[in-house]
């Protein structure tokens, strides 16, 4: 759940392996908020993995930085050359029928020549940075919401699952409790705000490619994957 600045510092400083922005879901934050589109480097998403990853590389930090949850290519090509970018299939398949120049953006030695102020993030600091980014702060919550709805209900789900397996049941009551973690706001979809499990499954959950999951679209894809699942067992 990393959106800011203060938060890539704080966890470069701790020795963190790698991180992963996520791209796309600060560029739906600006979008929404502003009412604007956004492309190549004018992104949000984009120019904060920029920024994450030239501070890394100007003060010699070793956490790599892996960027994800893409929306369009352009986002990824803006990007070429970060650490590591995680990409959905729909996109490899797009990038892939794509036959033009891909040149470096990113670059570790062009960040060393760069001048970027070094931070120290104790925690008033981080503090403060992160009450002044509402798009960080705003997400980041969300984030937390999310994952605390989804723990009250991680039990019962596992145990409808087992039963399913077992054949005691079938996975409609299933499918439901599932749609309930991700419907926070209870309209009855799923959208790409609430959903906080990757891209890829969420663009294979919504088959008519609305950008919202509907029950019947859960239900089909739930009871898709259960059905493998009780083949091989």
């Not at 931070?119 to 984030?143: N, Q």
């Amino acid at each position: 759940m990393l959106f800011g600045l203060h938060q890539a510092i704080a966890c470069a400083e701790a020795g963190i392996t790698l991180i992963s922005p996520f791209v796309g879901r600060i560029l739906d934050w600006y979008k929404k908020e502003t009412g604007k589109d956004y492309t190549g480097s004018d992104d949000p998403g984009v120019q904060s993995v920029t920024t994450i990853y030239n501070y890394y590389k100007k003060f010699g930090y070793k956490t790599e930085v892996m960027g994800a949850s893409f929306r369009n290519i352009g986002e990824i090509t803006e990007l070429a050359g970060c650490d590591l970018l995680t990409i959905s299939p729909k996109l490899l398949a797009e990038l892939d029928s794509t036959d033009a120049e891909l040149p470096r953006k990113l670059d570790p030695q062009a960040a060393e020549s760069m001048e970027i102020e070094k931070l120290s993030i104790d925690k008033e600091t981080f503090d403060r940075m992160h009450s002044e980014d509402r798009m960080a702060k705003d997400k980041l919550e969300e984030g937390i919401q999310g994952f605390s709805k989804a723990l009250e209900t991680l039990e019962t789900l596992l145990a409808d699952r087992l039963s399913f397996l077992e054949g005691k049941d079938n996975h409609n009551h299933v499918s439901s409790d599932l749609f309930k973690v991700y419907d926070m706001n209870g309209d009855g979809f799923i959208t790409r705000d609430e959903w906080l499990g990757t891209d890829a499954v969420f663009d294979a959950l919504d088959s008519d490619h609305d950008g919202k999951v509907s029950p019947r679209e859960m239900e089909a894809g739930l009871g898709a994957i259960l059905q493998v699942a009780a083949n091989e067992s």
